[in-house]
C-alpha cells in the first residue's frame, strides 16, 4: 500500500536554532510534496507545494529563506525550519501526491524552548 | 480566491445522536471538496471527497457528505455517531486535482457517551 512517513514524529530545539524533518513517499511515487503548518489550536496552513521539475511554490506569509525545501526525487522531501521561535512550533504535515491522490503522514511535531 | 469556512469550532452531541458538521466554500468553479478527521495527537485522515457526480458522497466509517452547488456547501452527516467519532473534523477544498488542498478552521466534534 501507499504510505508516507515522517520524521522525527517529535522534536524539541532551542529557540533561533533550526530544524530539518523529512518526508518519506512508500509505495508510491510523489510527484508533488505539499507542506502544513497546525499551530497549537489552529488548522492546517500551507506552507509551500513543490512539484518535481517545478519551481517550489510558497504561500503569503512562508518564504524559502525560513523554510527552505527539498524535493530531490519521487519518494523524499525534507524542509528546514530555519531560527525557530515560539510561533513555529506545532504540527508540521506534508502531503505527497501520486496523480491520482493524497497522502498525508503522521507529522513532525515540532517544540521550541 | 478560494476559501472554506467551517461556521461552528465544536460540536457537541449524544452518542447515537445524527450530525451534520457544516461547511461553506467559495470558489468560482466547482472545486474539488473533501473531510478530514484527526483524532487526538494524530495526523489527518481522509474520510471522503467530491468532484463531480452523485452529489451525495459515501465515505469510510458511515459518514457521507452532501454537496450543494446552490448552497456553496458541503455538509458532512452521520446517522448515529459513536463515541469513537469524537476528533477535530475539516473540511478542505482543491481547485485542481493535482493542487494541495486549503483547510477549514476544523469543528471539534464532542460525542457524550
Known amino acids: 500500500g501507499a504510505l508516507v512517513y515522517q520524521y522525527p514524529r517529535r522534536t524539541i530545539c532551542k529557540s533561533g536554532t533550526s530544524m530539518r524533518m523529512e518526508c518519506q513517499a512508500v509505495?508510491?511515487?510523489?510527484?508533488?510534496v505539499a507542506w502544513y503548518r497546525q499551530s497549537p489550536q489552529k488548522t492546517f496552513e500551507l506552507i509551500a507545494l513543490?512539484?518535481?521539475?517545478?519551481?517550489?511554490?510558497?504561500e503569503q506569509n512562508f518564504t524559502q529563506e525560513k523554510f527552505p525545501i527539498s524535493h530531490p526525487n519521487l519518494s523524499f522531501s525534507s524542509m528546514t525550519v530555519l531560527n525557530a521561535y515560539l510561533e513555529d512550533r506545532g504540527l508540521y504535515l506534508c502531503?505527497?501526491?501520486?496523480?491520482?491522490?493524497?497522502?498525508f503522514g503522521h507529522g513532525t511535531k515540532l517544540s521550541v524552548l | 480566491a478560494q476559501s472554506v469556512t467551517q461556521p461552528d469550532a465544536r460540536v457537541t452531541v449524544s452518542e447515537g445522536a445524527s450530525l451534520q458538521l457544516r461547511c461553506k466554500y467559495s470558489?468560482?468553479?466547482?472545486?474539488?471538496l473533501f473531510w478530514y478527521v484527526q483524532y487526538p495527537r494524530q495526523g489527518l485522515q481522509l474520510l471522503l471527497k467530491?468532484?463531480?457526480?452523485?452529489?451525495v458522497v459515501q465515505g469510510v466509517n458511515s459518514f457521507e457528505a452532501e454537496f450543494s452547488k446552490s448552497n456553496s456547501s458541503f455538509h458532512l452527516q452521520k446517522a448515529s455517531v459513536h463515541w469513537s467519532d469524537s476528533a477535530v473534523y475539516f473540511c478542505?477544498?482543491?481547485?485542481?486535482?493535482?493542487?494541495?488542498?486549503?483547510f477549514g478552521a476544523g469543528t471539534k466534534l464532542s460525542v457524550k457517551p
Open positions: 502531503g505527497a501526491r501520486d496523480p491520482e491522490r493524497l497522502f
Open positions: 509505495g508510491f511515487q510523489a510527484t508533488s
Open positions: 513543490s512539484t518535481v521539475n517545478s519551481a517550489i511554490k510558497y
Open positions: 470558489y468560482s468553479a466547482t472545486p474539488y
Open positions: 467530491y468532484y463531480s457526480g452523485d452529489p
Open positions: 478542505a477544498l482543491s481547485m485542481e486535482n493535482n493542487n494541495a488542498p486549503r
